[in-house]
């Protein structure tokens, strides 16, 4: 199950997913724990210690569907937060994401890839489902009313806002942090991306070890 | 006054023409709808100083340079470039990531498999029009065309 030491090939990799394997699983194994103790159906934030990253949301998803994070329990997901205004960073990092998940194989069965709108007033439901479409037929985009964003993105802990821009389309644009975030099947943080830290085979080799890694134990 | 200015005219008739200026791997993302912003990216090299003064197109209503800035934090943010400033042997290139030729207003969809003209016009080379062909919604740069 160790295989932090086996890390000489992926030194590209700034923090490196080996390292965070044991942490992922430590985090499983804590997760189990505390559902063990926990009546069955409730709904709980999921927090590692690590980066106190929170896996919690009640947002609604491209098909009208209200969601949490729960409705992901058992699926790895790549969450990235961006708004489709954003021509440049945004399709850049939702295509790279449809790269890693073409990569994966028949594994992007285990993974799901959301995209989650900062610019909820314009990334209406059907502007999201149009998007996530685009780029791959298993990426979920969610939106919501203001607050339900602003809550998701603070349990992300990503930064957002809007800059008022007259030059831009409405008068604004916005900045927002472009990470790619990987939630292990219980919903527990593993490990932030940016997507020009590495090629998408790359993101894909390392996520696929993790999925081998886990998948072995059950 | 007129005879200074006729100088000035001569003076620079020699620079034109042996100044060369190109244009290279032109290419825009598809757009998903055709009212979201869409971006295009190219390759700029000049012989001698040069400076991009303007941009247009009749894919969109106007044509911006913006540069994305993505702090330590991997906050990114879009910067408005007024004129960009070309220094000889010096190619710039626009990718993902960096500076791209944001297109607002698009007359329509940018569909994968068309091309548009873009106009770009340079205070010493004058202007130049390049024909951009439209790549998928996926693609990274215009070597992934297939
Ligand atoms: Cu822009």
Avoid at chain 1, 46 to 60: D, K, P
Wanted: aromatic share 8%; charged share 15%; glycine share 10%.
């Amino acid at each position: 199950m160790n295989q932090t030491s086996n890390g000489g090939g992926l030194s590209r990799i700034r923090r490196g997913l080996w390292a965070m394997t044991g942490v992922a699983v430590v985090a499983l194994g804590a997760a189990f724990l505390w559902r063990a103790q926990t009546p069955g159906d409730l709904p709980g934030p999921r927090v590692t210690g690590e980066a106190a990253i929170t896996n919690a949301y009640t947002l609604t998803d491209h098909t009208g569907r209200s969601v949490t994070a729960d409705d992901f329990d058992g699926q790895w997901q790549l969450v990235f937060f961006g708004f489709t205004h954003c021509p440049d960073i945004c399709p850049t990092t939702l295509a790279y994401m449809a790269q890693v998940m073409d990569a994966l194989g028949p594994k992007s069965a285990q993974v799901t890839p959301i995209f989650v709108t900062v610019d909820p007033a314009r990334d209406t439901r059907d502007v999201m489902a149009a998007y996530v479409e685009a780029f791959h037929p298993r990426m979920v985009g969610l939106t919501g009313t203001e607050a339900q964003i602003a809550e998701a993105a603070g349990n992300f802990r990503v930064w957002y806002e809007r800059a008022e821009d007259t030059t831009a389309p409405n008068g604004y644009t916005m900045a927002h942090s472009g990470h790619i975030y990987v939630m292990a099947p219980d919903g527990g943080f593993v490990d932030v991306w940016l997507e020009g830290d590495a090629p998408a085979e790359t993101f894909a080799e390392n996520l696929s070890a993790l999925i081998q890694a886990t998948g072995s134990s059950s | 006054m007129k005879p200074i200015a006729l100088a000035v005219f001569c003076a620079a008739l020699p620079t034109l023409a042996a100044a060369d200026l190109s244009v290279t791997d032109p290419w825009a993302r598809a757009s998903i709808l055709a009212s979201r912003p869409g971006a295009a990216y190219l390759t700029l090299e000049s012989d001698i100083a040069d400076q991009l003064t303007a941009l247009e197109t009749p894919a969109a209503g106007h044509v911006m340079l913006h540069d994305t800035v993505t702090d330590t934090n991997g906050v990114s943010r879009m910067n408005h470039i007024e004129a960009l400033d070309l220094t000889p042997g010096t190619p710039v290139t626009f990718a993902p990531g960096g500076m791209h030729l944001m297109l607002m207003d698009l007359t329509g969809k940018l569909e994968e498999g068309s091309t548009f003209p873009l106009t770009l016009t340079f205070e010493n080379a004058g202007e130049i029009t390049v024909e951009v062909p439209v790549l998928s919604v996926t693609a990274t740069g215009p070597g992934n065309a297939e």
